[in-house]
C-alpha cells in the first residue's frame, strides 16, 4: 500500500513538474531585434513589445503575435499612366516601407504584410497618376533623374500614417513609352528637336549678320574719319610748304640760295643710268649758275 502511494506520489510529482514547466515556457516572450511583438488578450492587443529580448505574458490567456520592423521592399507591378498630352507611358517602381505604428498596422490591416502591399501599390498608383498626368510627355521623359519621385512622395504625403505605415521612398525603375508606339514618337521627338535646332541656327546667322553689318559700319567710319584727318594733315603739311617756299622765295638773300639748290637737284635727277654726262645750253638755268660762279 506504501509502496502504490508513493509511486503514485512520483506520477503526481512528475505531472507538476511537466505542467509548471509547460506554464513557464508559454509565460516567455521572445523578441527579435527586427520585430514586433504583439500581446493580446481575448483579440484585443495589450501591449507592444519593440525592444529585443525577453519578457513575459499571462500563459494561455495572452497570445502573441510578430510584425516585422525593418525596412522592407516592395516592387510594384509596371502600370500604364496617361500624360497631360493624351501620351500612354509604362511606369514600373519599387518602394521601400517599414511599419511606424504596429497597433495601427494590426487594426487596419489585420497584421498582414500582403495587405498592406496592395495598399501601398494603390497609393503609389494613384499618385503616379495624379503627378504624371499634370505633366506633358516631354517633361515626364525629362524629368526621370529623380525629380519625379519627389512629386511622387509629396502628392502621397502622410496618407500612409493611417495604416501605419512610413513610406521612406518611392523610386521609379522604368518609366518609358510602350514599345508598340516608342520608335513613333522618338521619331517625332528628333524632327521636333531638329527644327528647334534649325530655329536657333538661323536666329544665330541673323545675330551674327547684326553684328557684321554694324561692325563693318562702324570700320568704314573710322576708315573714312582717318582718311579725312590724314588728307587734313597733308593738305596742312603741303600749304605750310608753300608757306616756307614763298617766304623764302620772297626773301632775296634765301631766293638765290633755294634756286641754286633746286638747280642741282634738276641735275641730279637728269644724271640717270650710266651715263653721268650733262650737256647744258648757254643759257640753260643751270648753265647760268657755274657761269655766275667766280
Known amino acids: 500500500m506504501k509502496k502504490t502511494a508513493k509511486k503514485i506520489s512520483s506520477v503526481l510529482f512528475v505531472i507538476l513538474l511537466i505542467a509548471a514547466a509547460i506554464l513557464l515556457s508559454a509565460s516567455f516572450v521572445v523578441t527579435k531585434e527586427d520585430e514586433y511583438t504583439l500581446i493580446k488578450q481575448f483579440g484585443k492587443i495589450e501591449r507592444i513589445v519593440d525592444t529585443p529580448g525577453l519578457s513575459f505574458k499571462t500563459p494561455f490567456l495572452e497570445m502573441t503575435q510578430t510584425?516585422?520592423?525593418?525596412?522592407?521592399?516592395?516592387?510594384?507591378?509596371?502600370?500604364?499612366?496617361?500624360?497631360?498630352?493624351?501620351k500612354t507611358m509604362v511606369a514600373d517602381s519599387y518602394v521601400l516601407w517599414k511599419i511606424s505604428d504596429p497597433v495601427t498596422f494590426a487594426q487596419t490591416l489585420n497584421s498582414s504584410v500582403t495587405l498592406a502591399e496592395t495598399r501601398i501599390n494603390t497609393t503609389v498608383y494613384n499618385a503616379m497618376k495624379n503627378v504624371i498626368s499634370s505633366l506633358s510627355q516631354n517633361a515626364v521623359i525629362s524629368g526621370r533623374d529623380g525629380e519625379l519621385d519627389q512629386a511622387f512622395m509629396e502628392n502621397i504625403g502622410d496618407s500612409m500614417n493611417n495604416y501605419g505605415i512610413e513610406l521612406i521612398s518611392v523610386e521609379t525603375k522604368h518609366l518609358d513609352l510602350p514599345s508598340d508606339n516608342k520608335a513613333a514618337v522618338y521619331d517625332r521627338m528628333i524632327s521636333e528637336r531638329a527644327q528647334m535646332a534649325a530655329t536657333y541656327t538661323a536666329e544665330g546667322e541673323s545675330e551674327a549678320q547684326k553684328i557684321r553689318n554694324t561692325t563693318d559700319k562702324e570700320v568704314a567710319i573710322s576708315i573714312s574719319n582717318a582718311q579725312t584727318k590724314a588728307a587734313k594733315i597733308v593738305a596742312e603739311g603741303e600749304a605750310e610748304y608753300m608757306r616756307i617756299l614763298s617766304d623764302a622765295y620772297l626773301d632775296p638773300k634765301r631766293s638765290e640760295f633755294y634756286a641754286f639748290i633746286r638747280s642741282l637737284e634738276a641735275a641730279k635727277a637728269s644724271l640717270t643710268g650710266e651715263e653721268k654726262t650733262l650737256i647744258l645750253s648757254k643759257d640753260s638755268p643751270i648753265a647760268q649758275i657755274f657761269y655766275q660762279i667766280d
Do not use: A
Open 67 to 86: 510584425l516585422p520592423k525593418q525596412i522592407m521592399f516592395y516592387d510594384t507591378p509596371p502600370s500604364d499612366v496617361i500624360t497631360m498630352d493624351k
